[in-house]
């Protein structure tokens, strides 16, 4: 048989939900236990010692317990429950046939005990602690019952003091395997809430990590290694445009000083709020430092960013962007301009820098467009004004 086939054959059997195939291949591992079982009876009817009417009924019971844990498992009726994978009622379901099997092996029934344990530990690492008290629990006072049973009923094969023994171990080592089955559920339970906290900690540092704590913002770190990426992407296309927009709140400095650091905050959180709901899926904006912002407009040209940066203003001035003042309503400037294949970053952006100086020294709240790539050679000439405010 092809490996393909043996794939189909395989999707067939356990399905392709990876953790319904795990299920499913625990549960027919469990099955192995029986499979024990029905060969134990069968030769103890070819010795003489069971009866093949209970070996035909025993094994019935053992075929149709598995079928049925099959089928829900395999239809997924298994999913409507707490424990998908029917760990409790599997083993108390297989303890039950175990000590029906106890009871008719006459006398080879002391072989069976060994499957007790077995069993109980299958479900040792999925069993809940609770899980793993019931069966215990419910193994002990089972084969109890059955061992009072038995030695009324059947004295010779099942003779007092070898079924006290019997007993003795049971109640001995049902429990301790119970016991331990607990423990590990709990030491499980601690590990993977562990491991969710440290999962929950390095979300957080990654977030801290990309984005600026007052705005939620990509921060200026991160708005670097984007720029990086557009560029690589310009290199390898030769097509693909952006432009970038260093925005800066106006007379910011006369906020703080007129009604605090709180409102100020208040201010950069929502300017950035409301500047992102009307910005493309496409558009990154980064808080740069302070109350500047630098906008990535990706796949246009300056006149279309220019419109976008209208929306922003529009979408700025109606909005409130101090609920402890309402009435403030700061504007923006804005220095804009697009990326020229092959020039270094930061000259785009000391370009953007320059057209936002022209629009403050213009009165502010406004553009300038910068379109031409600034000459190496005058890369630091004309420095901003030391009394240029920002």
């Known amino acids: 048989m092809s490996s393909t086939s043996l794939s189909r054959l395989s999707d067939l059997l356990l399905g392709t939900d990876p953790k319904q195939r795990l299920r499913l291949k ?9 499979l024990a079982c029905i060969a134990l009876q069968a030769y103890a009817a ?72 077995l069993v109980l530990v299958f479900g040792i690492f999925n069993m809940r602690p609770r899980g793993a008290r019931i069966a215990g629990a419910y193994t ?24 006290f023994a019997h007993f003795v171990l049971t109640a001995a080592i049902v429990p301790t395997i119970s016991t331990l089955a607990a423990q590990l559920s709990s030491l499980r339970t601690r590990l993977q809430s562990q491991k969710d906290e440290l999962a929950q900690a390095l979300t957080r540092i990654q ?53 605090g650091h709180g409102v100020g905050d208040e201010v950069l959180r929502h300017f950035a ?25 990706n796949d246009t040209t300056t006149e279309l960013a220019d419109v976008g940066l209208q929306r922003v203003r529009e979408a700025i001035a109606s909005a409130t962007l101090s609920p402890t003042v309402p009435t403030l309503q700061p504007t923006f400037s804005a220095g804009l301009t697009s990326y020229h294949e092959d020039e270094p970053l930061d000259l785009c952006i000391e370009r953007a820098d320059r057209a936002l100086y022209e629009a403050k020294a213009a009165g502010r709240h406004r553009t300038v467009i910068s379109q031409r790539p600034t000459p190496i050679k005058a890369r630091y000439a004309a420095p901003r004004a030391s009394g240029m405010p920002r």
Not at 26 to 34: D, G, I, K, Y
Not at 245 to 255: M, N, S, V, Y
Request: charged share 20%.
């Open 46 to 117: 070819w010795s003489g010692f069971m009866d093949p009417g209970d070996v035909w009924r025993l094994s019935g019971a053992i075929v149709l317990n598995c079928l049925a844990f099959y089928v829900m498992l395999r239809s997924g009726f298994n999913l409507r429950f707490a424990d998908p994978a029917l760990t409790l009622p599997q083993i108390l379901s297989a303890l039950t046939i175990i000590v029906g099997a106890y009871a008719v092996t006459g006398p080879v029934h002391g072989s069976t005990m060994m499957l007790l344990a």
């Open 140 to 163: 002990v006072a089972l084969m109890g019952l059955t061992i009072l049973y038995k030695m009324d009923s059947d004295p010779v094969n099942y003779p007092a003091k070898l079924e």
């Open 273 to 297: 709020v409301a500047a992102q709901s009307v910005l493309r899926d496409t558009d990154v904006l980064a808080r740069w430092g302070g109350e500047e912002f630098l906008l990535l407009l």
């Open 26 to 34: 625990r549960s027919l591992m469990a099955a192995n236990v029986f």
């Open 207 to 259: 977030i801290l990590a990309t984005r600026d704590e007052l705005t939620g913002l990509v921060n200026r770190r991160h708005m670097m290694e984007v720029l990086n990426q557009h560029q690589k992407r310009l290199q390898r296309s030769g097509h693909h445009r952006f432009c970038l927009a260093l925005l800066d709140i106006d007379h910011f400095k006369r906020i703080n000083d007129t009604h």
